[in-house]
C-alpha cells in the first residue's frame, strides 16, 4: 500500500503523491463497477454483517442490478433523480449501488430529518423516487402534498403500523422480485465521459445557511474511495466496523473498494459495540466523537478487547484528546481523525497510521493538494500560520446544484473550504475553526474551539461551547457556557484556568454554568444557534 506521506514544504502549500500510486484501487469508470469488481473476486466473502444476517459480494452485486431494473422500470432515465435514505442497514448499498447502476442519480437523504427540512432536500433535488424506511416515513407524509415532482414512494418494507395510505404503496424487495432481468445500459466511448457524470446529490448539513446539493460525479466518488482505502491501509483482509447513526457512502464505498468485510453495528451501548468489534475480528473501528468519548470514558473499558484492532477512526467533529488519549493508551492503536467536506466527496486528509499526530487532521491523500491563504487578502501563507484551508483535486465536486462551479473553485481549480487552519513544516494539518464561528478581537483571529480545547482540560468541565460577546472596544470578546460536572464549580476558576493558557485576545470574559447544551444527532455544536439564542435572550 503506498504511503501518504508527504515531503517538507516550505510554505503551506502540500502536495500529496500523483494517483498512479492508487490507480489499481479504481475499479472503473463508475461507482457501481467497484462492486461488480468486488463481486468477481470475492464472490463468497461477507460484504456486509448485520442483524438481519450476511450478505455477499455475488449477493450484493446480484441485489444492486435487480433494484437497478426495477427502479429502471419505475423512474426511466437516465439521469432522473431518485433519493434513498441512508439507514445503517443493507438496503441502503443495495438501493445505492441500484440507483447508480440502473444510470440514474442517487440523493442522499438523512433518515434524522424532520418535515421542512426534508422538504428541503426533496425539492432542492427535484426528486421523483424517494426510496424510505417506514422510520422516515411520517416527515415525509406531513409534506407530501408540497412535492409535486415526487411521483413514486418505495419502502423498504411492510409497516401495518403506518396506516392504510402506506399499505397501498410498494416495496422495493418486491419490486425487484418482479423486475425482468436487469441488462446493462450502452455506455459512452469515452470512459472518461461516463467518469464525469453526476452519480449522486449529497447535502451539506446546512451549519451555514440551508444545507446545499452538491454535485458528486462518479469519478469523484471511485477516487475518493481509492484515496481513502490508501490512507487508512484497508485490503481484503480488513473488518470494517460501522459504528454511526446513519450509513455515510464513504464508508460503503471504502469496504467495497478493499473488498473488505463490513459490519453494521446499531446497539447505543459503547461497550457491547466493542464486544461485538472483537466476536467480528474488526480491524479497524469507525464512529463519532460523542460515542467514543462516551466509551473513553465508560466504566467497564478495562474490562473490553479487541485483539485484532489495527486504528481507531473518529469523524463528524473534533474528538477530545483525553478521550483520543485513553482509547489509544488501552487498546494499543492510533486513534486518528481525518479532515474532509461534502464538497470534496468527502476526504482530503487522514492522520497517518503509521506516524500519527496528536491533534492533527493528519496527510493529504493521494493526488491531492492543500495550502493556506490569508481570510482577507488571500495571499499564501507560510508554514504554522493560521488561515483559510484551500484544497485542490480529483475528488473536488462538479459544483452545487443550480450553481456555476466558477464561484466556488476557481480557475486554478482551487476550493476554499470554509474552515481555518495551519499546516505545519511536515505536512500535517491542524483544523482550527469554521471561518462563519471565528471572531476578531483586537484584530486578532480567535477561534472558540482552541478555547474549548483548554476548558475541557480541566477536570470540572462536562462539556462546553465558546462564542463571541460584542465588545464596545474590542469588538468581541469569549464567553462561555459549561456544563459543570459538580455543583460546586467555580466559573471564575475555570476563566482564569483558561486565560493562563492562551493570548491576551483569546481571554474568557466571562463563564456562564448551564445544564446542558445542545447538540446535533451527530454530536456538533452548532454553535451559531447558540449564541444567536443567547443574545436575543440578554437583549443583544
Given amino acids: 500500500m503506498a504511503s501518504t506521506e508527504p515531503a517538507a514544504v516550505a510554505d503551506s502549500t502540500t502536495r500529496a503523491e500523483p494517483l498512479e500510486t492508487i490507480a489499481e484501487l479504481i475499479g472503473g469508470p463508475r461507482i457501481d463497477d467497484l462492486l461488480h469488481r468486488a463481486a468477481g473476486r470475492h464472490p463468497e466473502r461477507p460484504a456486509l454483517r448485520s442483524a438481519t444476517g450476511d450478505l455477499s459480494y455475488a449477493e450484493l452485486d446480484a441485489q444492486a442490478s435487480a433494484c437497478a431494473s426495477a427502479l429502471r422500470a419505475l423512474a426511466g432515465g437516465p439521469d432522473e433523480v431518485i433519493g434513498i435514505a441512508a439507514e445503517l442497514d443493507p438496503v441502503f448499498a443495495v438501493g445505492y449501488f441500484g440507483i447508480t447502476r440502473s444510470g440514474n442519480v442517487a440523493a442522499i437523504v438523512n433518515p434524522l430529518l424532520t418535515g421542512e427540512r426534508l422538504l428541503h432536500v426533496l425539492s432542492t433535488s427535484a426528486c421523483r423516487v424517494l426510496i424510505v424506511s417506514p422510520r422516515l416515513y411520517p416527515a415525509l407524509a406531513e409534506v407530501r402534498g408540497r412535492l409535486p415532482e415526487l411521483r413514486h414512494v ?27 432481468e436487469f441488462i446493462p445500459a450502452e455506455r459512452n466511448a469515452q470512459e472518461e465521459q461516463e467518469a464525469g457524470r453526476v452519480a449522486g446529490l449529497h447535502f451539506t448539513s446546512g451549519t451555514t445557511g440551508a444545507a446545499k446539493a452538491v454535485r458528486l460525479t462518479h469519478r469523484n466518488l471511485t477516487v475518493n474511495a481509492a484515496q481513502t482505502v490508501s490512507g487508512h491501509r484497508l485490503d481484503a483482509s480488513s473488518v470494517i466496523f460501522n459504528y454511526l447513526p446513519t450509513f455515510h457512502l464513504m464508508h460503503l464505498t471504502i469496504g467495497v473498494c478493499a473488498g473488505a468485510t463490513h459490519v453494521l453495528w446499531t446497539d447505543d451501548d459503547v461497550a457491547a459495540a466493542v464486544a461485538a468489534a472483537s466476536r467480528y475480528g474488526v480491524t479497524h473501528f469507525y464512529s463519532l466523537p460523542m460515542r467514543l468519548t462516551r466509551l473513553a ?65 493528519g496527510v493529504l491523500v493521494p493526488g491531492t493538494e492543500a495550502r493556506i491563504v490569508d481570510v482577507d487578502t488571500r495571499e499564501v501563507l507560510p508554514v504554522d500560520a493560521k488561515g483559510e484551508i484551500q484544497v485542490r483535486g480529483p475528488q473536488v465536486m462538479k459544483g452545487y446544484l443550480g450553481r456555476d462551479l466558477s464561484r466556488d473553485v476557481d480557475a486554478d481549480g482551487w476550493f476554499s473550504t470554509g474552515d481555518v487552519g495551519r499546516i505545519d513544516a511536515e505536512g500535517y494539518l491542524f483544523v482550527v475553526e469554521r471561518i462563519k ?18 476548558l475541557f482540560r480541566h477536570p470540572a468541565v462536562d ?52 445544564e446542558s447544551i445542545p447538540r446535533s444527532q451527530t454530536g456538533k455544536v452548532q454553535r451559531r444557534d447558540v449564541r444567536e439564542q443567547w443574545l436575543a435572550a440578554h437583549g443583544g
Fill in 154 to 180: 418505495v419502502l423498504t418494507e411492510r409497516a401495518p403500523e403506518l396506516g392504510q395510505e402506506a399499505q397501498a404503496l410498494p416495496v422495493l424487495g418486491e419490486l425487484m422480485a418482479a423486475a425482468p
Fill in 297 to 361: 470514558a465508560h466504566p467497564a473499558l478495562r474490562e473490553l478487547e479487541a485483539p485484532r484492532l489495527r486504528a481507531i477512526l473518529s469523524g463528524g467533529s473534533t474528538l477530545p484528546p483525553s478521550s483520543a488519549l485513553a482509547l489509544g493508551q488501552h487498546f494499543g492503536v492510533p486513534v486518528m481523525q481525518g479532515y474532509g467536506l461534502t464538497e470534496t466527496s468527502p476526504s482530503t486528509h487522514f492522520d497517518n497510521i503509521d506516524r500519527p499526530k496528536t491533534g492533527s487532521s
Fill in 437 to 454: 464561528d471565528t471572531f476578531k478581537c483586537d484584530n486578532w483571529l480567535v477561534s472558540p474551539s482552541e478555547i474549548e480545547r483548554v
Fill in 463 to 514: 462539556d462546553c461551547v465558546v462564542f463571541d460577546r460584542p465588545h464596545p472596544v474590542s469588538g468581541a470578546v469569549a464567553y462561555a457556557l459549561v456544563v459543570p460536572r459538580s455543583a460546586d464549580a467555580d466559573p471564575g476558576e475555570l476563566a482564569a484556568f483558561v486565560n493562563e493558557a492562551v493570548p491576551y485576545y483569546e481571554h474568557l470574559h466571562h463563564v456562564e454554568l448551564v
